[in-house]
Every structure is written in structure tokens, then in C-alpha cells.
């Protein structure tokens, strides 16, 4: 079993920068797993947001942050980042690690999720 822990969140005005955390406890992902961030917006379904893959480290985006945000790990720490730049109104979700899945979009891929971190930006 993992446990995936996320941490980082906050309130940030418009065009700043957040990075977000997810650490793994429990069992090490190591090279193993994929890892992804989701998010939910108010009154919205999650959606995708960012993937790194095992140990090719190959990461995906959507297209509403790529460019934005980048998806980091670090295998000895456990532990995957997503570094926010340039946020807007709209990227306010609580945000949600995942793991165990092989880097796509698709959130039935993934086998571990954390609680999530709220994220909101002010205009």
C-alpha cells in the first residue's frame, strides 16, 4: 500500500507561482510507478493536469498548463513536485497526487491517491 501525501497548496495572486509536493510513505515508488497530478475545480469534474512517467521520466501535459507547469520527481525522496508558474483564476482546484498508473490522462490508470491540497488564485 502507498500513501501519497500532498503539500504546498496556498493562496496566490494572479501570475504567481506555487509548487506542490506529493510524498509517498507506506511502500517507495521508486522507478515503478507513474505519477500524475489531477485537479478539480468548484463545481467541475477532475480533470488532468500533468504525468511523469517510471523510469524514463517522460512527463505529459494537458493543454491548459503546458507551458506553465512542470512535473518533477524525485525517486529518492519519493517524491513527485508540480511547479505552478504563471497562475491564473482558473488553475483554483484542490489538487490531488496519484501513482501507479503508466502516465496518461485517464484516472482509472492510477492506483493511489492523496487527499489533495486546495489551490486558489485571486484575480
Known amino acids: 500500500q502507498v500513501q501519497l501525501v500532498e503539500s504546498g497548496g496556498g493562496l496566490v495572486q494572479a501570475g504567481g507561482s506555487l509548487r506542490l509536493s506529493c510524498a509517498a510513505s507506506g511502500r517507495t515508488f521508486g522507478s515503478y510507478y507513474a505519477m500524475a497530478w489531477f485537479r478539480q475545480a468548484p463545481g467541475k469534474e477532475r480533470e488532468f493536469g500533468a504525468a511523469?512517467?517510471?523510469?524514463?521520466?517522460?512527463?505529459n501535459y494537458a493543454d491548459s498548463v503546458k507551458g506553465r507547469f512542470t512535473i518533477s520527481r524525485d525517486n529518492a525522496k519519493n517524491t513527485v513536485y508540480l511547479q505552478m508558474n504563471s497562475l491564473e483564476p482558473e488553475d483554483t482546484a484542490v489538487y490531488s497526487c496519484?501513482?501507479?498508473?503508466?502516465?496518461?490522462?485517464?484516472?482509472?490508470?492510477?492506483?493511489?491517491w492523496g487527499q489533495g491540497t486546495q489551490v486558489t488564485v485571486s484575480s
Open positions: 496519484a501513482a501507479g498508473g503508466i502516465g496518461s490522462y485517464v484516472r482509472s490508470e492510477y492506483d493511489y
Open positions: 511523469i512517467r517510471g523510469s524514463s521520466g517522460n512527463t
